[in-house]
T-cell receptor, first 113, second 111 residues
């Protein structure tokens, strides 16, 4: 069974640009989570999508947004990129609702120059 | 607010046991997890424990939970060089369906 997949593996952007990161959950999982792993800041919760709806978001500005598609895959969009957005962005999936066991993908490393 | 703390570094000799410790503040956490991250990779779920358990054993891994002291530990028996990685403790915040992570403990295994 395929795990969580993310694309691209690496992404290089310049300040002010927009970045789009993609995630495909494990088959049968309906919840998708996004986390940011920035140097010195650890792993921070960004967003939770379940059944196509945003259910919760972490303490991040509105330029971090996303969506979940009918096939449960998800996109994370980061607008007006800043240097401090450089990080590893990890996507996780779980069975829907309040199920807590989250399985992570390999991540997308975003570098903002 | 919710907080999870871990020591940052642990060095052990190959074949010895490793013990990685974690403390947390959210007493309502129902599930507590250990994840492993190898260089350049995502997070691998190693094991978890439910808050009404004291101990869980899974092959070389033993998780101990002291709910009164909000202390969680991961013991790796017969530590191998392949166990070298960063280990994250995480608690599940049921109110928000999110994981709250510690800073990670870097385990170095030497011959």
């Amino acid at each position: 069974e395929a795990g969580v997949t993310q694309s691209p593996t690496h992404l290089i952007k310049t300040r002010g640009q927009q970045a789009t990161l993609r995630c495909s959950p494990i088959s049968g999982h309906t919840s998708v989570y996004w986390y940011q792993q920035a140097l010195g800041l650890g792993l921070q919760f960004l967003l939770w999508y379940d059944e196509g709806e945003e259910r919760n978001r972490g303490n991040f500005p509105p330029r971090f947004s996303g969506r979940q598609f009918p096939n449960y895959s998800s996109e994370l969009n980061v607008n007006a990129l800043e240097l401090e957005d450089s990080a590893l962005y990890l996507c996780a999936s779980s069975l829907g609702g309040r199920n807590n066991e989250q399985f992570f993908g390999p991540g997308t490393r975003l570098t903002v120059l | 607010g919710e907080d999870v703390e871990q020591s940052l570094f642990l060095s052990v000799r190959e074949g010895d046991s490793s013990v990685i410790n974690c403390t947390y503040t959210d007493s309502s956490s129902t599930y507590l997890y250990w994840y492993k991250q190898e260089p350049g990779a995502g997070l691998q779920l190693l094991t978890y424990i439910f808050s009404n358990m004291d101990m869980k054993q899974d092959q070389r891994l033993t998780v101990l939970l002291n709910k009164k002291d909000k202390h969680l530990s991961l013991r790796i028996a017969d530590t191998q060089t392949g166990d070298s990685a960063i280990y994250f403790c995480a608690v599940f915040s049921g109110g928000y369906n999110k994981l709250i992570f510690g800073a990670g403990t870097r385990l170095a295994v030497h011959p």
